[in-house]
């Protein structure tokens, strides 16, 4: 009491004393000794499935009621699609698998598919398959949850119209009971990933009070709470199908029904009935964590060196306080001249868009962007291009030059008409080198990127001349090398990261064929498009490969906002380096100081 005593007169008087901080010091060190931590104990985990979990799944409830409302109508279409053409089954599971099953039935034995020999490692593969299918479904719920409902309907038309196909062969009750044995965790699993798939996506489409990234924040730690429940009930199933419905011919009736109803027994208990009885018993903790604990923006101080890791802290706040502004400018200019482009590319190629591709984003980036120069077309769409860059470039400058300031387009297209020339110079060799190089040359030429790395910024950010501000980028190119390098690095390891449930690196086409090595997300979905496309079309690769196209783009108007606010805080950092803006201003208040309390000056 005496030291904290002690410590609050000196907070008062002695603000810039560092008596101050040896007292903190000290009343830090009693007070870690006082209210010593305990290690977490079993009992804080018994908790979280007790009572935080059925509370969360709880407050997601109507999410979840309408995952299962939508999976049902998604079945439903698979059966009627059936009930109209009996071979539909072939477009949704394959010729391969068809036949395969209709030799079973003739041959007594209907669900061979699922015996095998080798039961663990079986095991294993639909365990880690169910496992990618279920977070599939719930991490593509992030894109306006457009992605769990394709995922969704993928799984449900499947499913209805693989029922169906046994009921038309009179072998519903067979088919029934060997396959809903490991079916009821399995499907009750995607479906509970699809409603916490829509409860992180649906933060981003109806914030509420907060801002569209904070409610986005908020609702994906409730989906991932939900998700990651899901993982006990995975491995269940993935032993069910590896243990029991592979041996179901010798299992009598009653142990099917058993198993099945006890299945879903379980899921009913933990994820409807469990949770209404934790929220009516405490219902006082219903709203206590629905409030987020958000810091308030910070003013972005650009006069100070930062280091990599820093630069890539503040470029990820400053993404989060600028995205509003940002958004408009994305949606009302660089996403409709990125339309017409690409409309324009498909028409130009709609050969290519016939093909399936061995490297299927490099391929149709290619012709997308123009950079494979077919003709002169391509010549004209990637100069169109690389001033859409600039555009993308020109719009993260500005808002974050005034992120401070209501949004106004007369600010905005002043400042665009002022640096577009600049930073579409500035970004034109880095733009030159990624899209021409091939691929062997690509690898190597990260290492001369960096000199290229800060001269878009500093077109856009620096005062002078044209000609003094091409000089004064590469310059501070060449000084910020290293960290320049580093960042590179981060941020292609960053995009290979997040790629990976869109598009794979082993997700490899072989040749002409639909299976590649390892399917991903874009895998199932274009494949799915694909063969119901080819119904009513012949052209069907030609939609298979416009969906690919779209998460595409996606993907890239992510991250290339990021890559620009790298390109900010590199150049304010170099520019601090080399000429001290903030230092001079600290030496200007020099003797304005007092050395005991903080007066007026030390907030300018």
């Known amino acids: 009491m005496d030291i904290t005593d002690d410590l609050s007169y000196a907070q008062t008087f002695y603000k810039r004393r560092t008596v101050r901080v040896y007292l903190n010091k000290l009343a830090q060190t009693v007070f870690t000794g006082v209210h010593k931590q305990k290690g977490e104990s079993f009992r804080r985990f018994f908790d979280v499935w007790k009572t935080s979990l059925p509370l969360e799944i709880y407050r997601s409830r109507?999410?979840?009621?309408?995952?299962?409302?939508?999976?049902?109508?998604?079945?439903?279409?698979?059966?009627?699609?059936?009930?109209?053409?009996?071979?539909?089954?072939?477009?949704?599971?394959?010729?391969?698998?068809?036949?395969?099953?209709?030799?079973?039935?003739?041959?007594?034995?209907?669900?061979?598919?699922?015996?095998?020999?080798?039961?663990?490692?079986?095991?294993?593969?639909?365990?880690?398959?169910?496992?990618?299918?279920?977070?599939?479904?719930?991490?593509?719920?992030?894109?306006?949850?457009?992605?769990?409902?394709?995922?969704?309907?993928?799984?449900?038309?499947?499913?209805?119209?693989?029922?169906?196909?046994?009921y038309s062969k009179g072998l519903l009750i067979t088919s029934f009971l060997g396959i809903w044995i490991h079916g009821a965790f399995e499907i009750s699993a995607i479906v509970l990933?699809?409603?916490?798939?829509?409860?992180?996506?649906?933060?981003?489409?109806?914030?509420?009070?907060?801002?569209?990234?904070?409610?986005?924040?908020?609702?994906?730690?409730?989906?991932?709470?939900?998700?990651?429940?899901?993982?006990?009930?995975?491995?269940?199933?993935?032993?069910?199908?590896?243990?029991?419905?592979?041996?179901?011919?010798?299992?009598?009736?009653?142990?099917?029904?058993m198993i099945i109803v006890f299945s879903f027994a379980i899921i009913l208990f933990f994820y409807v009935f469990y949770p209404i009885y934790v929220a009516r018993k405490h219902p006082e903790l219903?709203?206590?964590?629905?409030?987020?604990?958000?810091?308030?923006?910070?003013?972005?101080?650009?006069?100070?060196?930062?280091?990599?890791?820093?630069?890539?802290?503040?470029?990820?706040?400053?993404?989060?306080?600028?995205?509003?502004?940002?958004?408009?400018?994305?949606?009302?200019?660089?996403?409709?001249?990125?339309?017409?482009?690409?409309?324009?590319?498909?028409?130009?190629?709609?050969?290519?868009?016939?093909?399936?591709y061995w490297f299927d984003w490099s391929s149709q980036l290619k012709f997308m962007m123009g950079y494979g120069f077919y003709n002169f077309q391509d010549v004209i769409v990637f100069i169109a291009w690389s001033f859409v860059f600039a555009l993308i470039f020109v719009g993260i400058f500005w808002s974050v030059k005034t992120v401070e300031i209501k949004f106004s387009w007369t600010s905005f297209f002043l400042y665009f008409k002022k640096n577009i020339f600049g930073v579409w110079f500035g970004n034109l060799f880095m733009l030159l080198i990624v899209t021409l190089l091939p691929w062997y040359f690509l690898l190597p030429s990260i290492f001369i990127l960096p000199f290229l790395y800060l001269n878009a910024a500093t077109m856009g950010l620096d005062q002078g001349s044209f000609l003094k501000k091409v000089k004064k980028g590469f310059k501070f190119s060449k000084h910020h090398y290293g960290k320049s390098l580093g960042l590179l690095l981060i941020l292609i390891g960053l995009a290979a990261i997040i790629s990976q449930p869109i598009a794979f690196v082993l997700s490899i086409h072989q040749e002409y064929t639909d299976e590649p090595i390892i399917r991903d997300f874009l895998d199932m979905g274009a494949d799915f498009v694909k063969r119901v496309a080819v119904i009513y079309t012949d052209d069907y690769m030609i939609w298979s490969n416009v969906v690919r196209q779209i998460f595409y783009l996606i993907f890239i108007l992510a991250l290339l906002p990021l890559f620009a606010l790298t390109t900010i805080f590199g150049f304010y950092s170099e520019r601090e380096e080399n000429e001290a803006i903030g230092l001079r201003e600290q030496f200007k208040k020099f003797g304005k100081r007092s050395n005991v309390k903080e007066n007026p000056v030390d907030f300018d």
């Open 62 to 166: 109507k999410n979840l009621l309408f995952a299962l409302i939508a999976f049902a109508v998604y079945t439903l279409i698979g059966v009627i699609s059936t009930m109209i053409d009996p071979d539909f089954p072939r477009v949704v599971l394959g010729d391969a698998y068809v036949n395969m099953t209709l030799e079973n039935i003739q041959n007594g034995d209907p669900l061979r598919v699922y015996e095998t020999h080798d039961q663990m490692a079986m095991f294993v593969q639909i365990t880690t398959n169910n496992m990618k299918v279920a977070f599939l479904t719930f991490f593509v719920g992030f894109i306006l949850t457009i992605g769990t409902h394709i995922m969704m309907f993928y799984n449900g038309v499947m499913l209805g119209s693989f029922q169906y196909f046994f």
């Open 193 to 257: 990933a699809a409603g916490a798939g829509i409860t992180a996506g649906n933060g981003l489409l109806f914030p509420g009070s907060y801002s569209r990234l904070q409610s986005l924040q908020l609702s994906t730690k409730r989906g991932l709470k939900i998700m990651l429940s899901l993982v006990p009930f995975i491995i269940a199933a993935g032993f069910l199908e590896s243990f029991v419905t592979a041996n179901y011919q010798d299992l009598p009736e009653w142990s099917k029904w």
């Open 286 to 356: 219903l709203t206590k964590e629905e409030v987020g604990h958000f810091k308030p923006q910070e003013k972005v101080n650009f006069k100070v060196i930062r280091s990599v890791s820093e630069i890539l802290a503040e470029s990820f706040r400053t993404y989060r306080y600028i995205f509003s502004k940002w958004s408009r400018i994305l949606t009302t200019l660089v996403l409709p001249i990125i339309i017409v482009l690409v409309i324009f590319q498909d028409i130009n190629h709609a050969k290519h868009l016939q093909t399936q």
